[in-house]
């Protein structure tokens, strides 16, 4: 049986650098630090991090954490994580995403622009998500976030909107959403749109469409909670429906390889490539 593990799945350059970062803390203090959330939405690399020594704490246990290490994953936090940090003399280690931290100074400015003509800044993300929390967080928790066209009635048309995107959102959802405002919009000349779409990881849905059909199956692997794996996931599964989603090796069936010659093996940009090495080892077993 051919398997094949897609080179260009994996890790985006944010988590990367936070992992890096979580790994040199770790060695550099014996394992005293601790991760505001999941470093990474992959249960098995989390896992992996804990037992070098990572602590995951969620920001109810900030008060408990007086003068030790914090780290701030690639998400991102809102301005009110580093207040309360300074309040109680935490030791933050800050590996925000570059292109989270430019989008959160975006969503900033885009803040003080719409207060000052009575708008609104509009995000097209998923509420709750951390990377959200910390962009609404930059305009005092007034801008309003909309998953698809199906939220646009949270939107007062007759008002200037600045719309914006989480980084992992589907380019053509966004470019649904923003000709949806444009055409429903009271006051065009008050719309401004902002394509904050990351590319390395909106790049990936093409390549993946093309990796995916070159397989008789493929095996997807990412965590449960990645809404980035979500996403990718379908694209693979539209482009060859024997595509099959799992956390880690454990969970693949054997009957999925029935009469299958070649095996493609892919994932989320918080899949590790070591965990995707795994899944392919027990393929070869199986």
Request: with cysteine; proline share 3%.
């Amino acid at each position: 049986m051919q398997i094949e593990i897609d080179e260009k799945s994996g890790f985006c350059f944010g988590v990367v650098q936070a992992i890096t970062v979580a790994e040199e803390l770790l060695r550099e203090r014996n394992g005293a630090v601790w991760c505001l959330g999941d470093i990474v939405h992959n249960r098995m690399e989390v896992n992996r991090l804990e037992r070098m020594g990572l602590q995951t704490v969620d920001h109810a246990r900030l008060p408990e954490l007086a003068g030790r290490c914090v780290l701030i994953r690639a998400h991102g936090e809102p301005p009110s994580t580093y207040a309360l940090a300074k309040r109680y003399g935490i030791e933050l280690a800050d590996a925000t995403c570059p292109v989270v931290a430019r989008l959160q100074e975006r969503v900033r400015q885009a803040g003080e622009a719409m207060k000052a003509v009575g708008g609104q800044v509009v995000i097209l993300g998923k509420p709750g998500h951390a990377e959200v929390v910390g962009l609404t967080g930059q305009t005092g928790e007034t801008a309003i976030v909309i998953e698809s066209v199906n939220d646009l009635a949270k939107i007062d048309f007759s008002r200037p909107i600045c719309l914006l995107s989480q980084t992992t959102q589907s380019l053509s959802l966004f470019q649904t959403v923003r000709d949806e405002i444009l055409r429903r919009t009271k006051v065009p000349e008050g719309v401004t749109v902002h394509d904050t779409i990351c590319r390395r990881v909106s790049n990936r849905n093409p390549h993946l469409r093309q990796f995916a059909a070159r397989f008789d199956a493929v095996i997807f692997v990412c965590g449960a909670k990645s809404s980035n794996g979500k996403a990718l996931f379908e694209v693979c599964r539209e482009a060859n429906s024997r595509t099959y989603k799992v956390e880690e090796a454990s969970e693949l069936r054997g009957e999925w390889f029935a009469g299958v010659t070649s095996v493609g093996i892919c994932g989320a940009t918080s899949t590790p490539k070591w965990l995707m090495e795994q899944v392919a080892d027990a393929i070869t077993r199986l």
